[in-house]
T-cell receptor
Framework: LAKTTQPISMDSYEGQEVNITCSHN???????ITWYQQFPSQGPRFIIQ???TKVTNEVASLFIPADRKSSTLSLPRVSLSDTAVYYC??????????????FGQGTTLQVKP | GAVVSQHPSWVICKSGTSVKIECRSL??????MFWYRQFPKQSLMLMAT?????????EQGVEKDKFLINHASLTLSTLTVTSAHPEDSSFYIC???????????????FGPGTRLTVT
């Protein structure tokens, strides 16, 4: 399982775009990149997943360069309710895979008014 | 809505007693369930992986005799913390992997967590 490195914390203000970058130099060919959000005393919540290039859904975008050694989660126009810990995970997602997810330290995002 | 539930959401027990935490997948069959532990200000730590009808696989350093896991059905896994001590106080989170309403069957869904306090 590829190791991931993220900034420990980030600060932002309401209405700004936030970009959180994750490094995963040892990503394998079959690995996907998945981001989760966690609020205090709650389980992680799936945000977005991608393999390469760009993925966008209703809450975020995920940018993955060609070498896939890093990825950037982009949150448009954050609000106070986006204050949370964001985890980047890398792993193989196939039926035959064990499905183990190894969480790194995560990035604590603090959105200020 | 929630696809994985945990019960109880919080529990306080006395040192030396055992406590059981349930994890249920709602509206889908979970081929695999996972148990995590999270201490304050720290990340989630995977404790064990359980498949329905077979013994759980524990991560290195996790005592299998202390943290008993039973995955008796495709919708229920239980974690029993035996002879709990204050150092076992933590936030326990389960996740379930399975096919949900047209989604790929390898996707994983997390429960809301259970706060255990041992006094």
């Amino acid at each position: 399982l590829a190791k991931t490195t993220q900034p420990i914390s980030m600060d932002s203000y309401e209405g700004q775009e936030v970009n959180i970058t994750c490094s995963h130099n040892n990503i394998a060919t079959n690995d996907y990149i998945t981001w989760y959000q966690q609020f205090p005393s709650q389980g992680p919540r799936f945000i977005i997943q991608g393999y390469k290039t760009k993925v966008t859904n209703e809450v975020a975008s995920l940018f993955i360069p060609a070498d896939r050694k890093s990825s950037t989660l982009s949150l448009p126009r954050v609000s106070l309710s986006d204050t949370a810990v964001y985890y980047c995970l890398v792993g193989e997602l196939t039926r035959s895979n064990t499905g183990k997810l190894i969480f790194g330290q995560g990035t604590t995002l603090q959105v200020k008014p | 809505g929630a696809v994985v539930s945990q019960h109880p959401s919080w529990v306080i027990c006395k040192s030396g007693t055992s406590v059981k935490i349930e994890c249920r997948s709602l509206d889908f069959q979970a081929t695999t369930m996972f148990w995590y532990r999270q201490f304050p200000k720290q990340s989630l730590m995977l404790m064990a992986t359980s498949n329905e009808g077979s013994k759980a696989t524990y991560e290195q350093g996790v005592e299998k005799d202390k943290f008993l896991i039973n995955h008796a059905s495709l919708t229920l896994s239980t974690l029993t913390v035996t002879s709990a001590h204050p150092e076992d106080s933590s936030f326990y989170i389960c996740s379930a992997r399975g096919r949900l309403r047209g989604r790929p069957d390898y996707e994983q869904y997390f429960g809301p967590g259970t706060r255990l306090t041992v006094t």
